[in-house]
């Protein structure tokens, strides 16, 4: 797990033993953890006119101060568990409009993060494709910055591309594209390399989880998602596999340990399938 979501997690247990607590959607984007969150009593409220306790949490992945003013205004205390990084990319994007750029966020536009990054403006662009960014407007000044989770490669892609398109417009890139992320990247592109099989754990939901599975099958034919250490199938792998594992951020340790755990069963189960080589050689059948 990155750091953002360690605290966001360990905040709202301390919320939660001072009294019942409601977070504004899903902590972070995985069903372990908030499966976890549930068990100790917390509540999942999609709105704040929808909680049922005094407070309510910010998620991990940040909400704009109007929404935050709204929860307040409706007697609700609030505690934000915002990533500091989430942080980082509100105040960049906060000083590119004071500064009279017109914002442009890269990101997925109905992804929590965007939405927070997006509650505040009263007129903003949300690009993810190389199309998104055809169908911008010419705008003489243009302030981008990216949802946090973004590939850095495809965040400079864009910014290069909104140049191309706009020629006579002043572009200015904030990165805000989170450490963890482009350490993770780069790391699964190494893995990637150097592997038969790669598999990715996280939630379903996790941008950077699905990021992470894009990035692995650039790089290797055999990529899988698992969510636990249920969802692996031994029919996935040959003996002689060499199998490498990366995760998400929000992936708790104990879910990658058992997916590890059960990769080694499976790899030294004595009724495993037989290996490419001895199909190929015609010496074994299953």
């Known amino acids: 797990m990155c750091f953002g979501v360690r605290d966001a997690i360990v905040l709202a247990h301390e919320r939660a033993r001072q009294g019942p607590l409601s977070i504004l959607g899903g902590l972070v984007h995985n069903a372990t953890v908030i499966h976890d969150l549930q068990a100790r009593g917390i509540r999942i409220a999609e709105r704040a006119e929808d909680a049922r306790t005094p407070e309510v949490m910010i998620t991990a992945h940040g909400a704009s101060d109007r929404a935050k003013v709204g929860a307040r205004a409706l007697g609700l205390r609030v505690s934000d568990a915002t990533c500091p990084l989430v942080h980082r990319a509100h105040r960049a994007l906060a000083q590119l409009v004071k500064a009279g750029f017109h914002p ?103 941008n950077n989880t699905r990021e992470l599975v894009a990035t692995c099958s650039r790089h290797c034919g055999r990529v899988h998602h698992v969510q636990t250490a249920s969802d692996l199938r031994p029919e996935w792998f040959w003996a002689e596999d060499t199998v490498g594992i990366t995760a998400g951020t929000s992936t708790p340790d104990r879910v990658i340990d058992e997916v590890e755990r059960v990769l080694g069963q499976h790899a030294d189960d004595a009724e495993r399938p037989p290996s490419r080589r001895e199909m190929e050689a015609g010496i074994a059948t299953v």
């Open 104 to 206: 442009v966020i890269i990101g997925q536009r109905d992804h929590v993060e965007v939405r927070g990054l997006t509650g505040d403006l009263d007129a903003f662009d949300v690009v993810l494709s190389k199309a998104d960014v055809a169908g911008l407007a010419f705008r003489p000044r243009l302030g981008v910055v990216s949802q946090t989770t973004q590939p850095i490669n495809r965040v400079r892609e864009r910014v290069r591309q909104m140049r191309e398109r706009f020629p006579a417009a002043e572009v200015r890139f904030v990165d805000t594209v989170c450490q963890p992320t482009k350490q993770r990247q780069q790391a699964a592109v190494e893995l990637a390399h150097c592997c038969d099989v790669v598999v990715v754990i996280g939630g379903a939901a996790s």
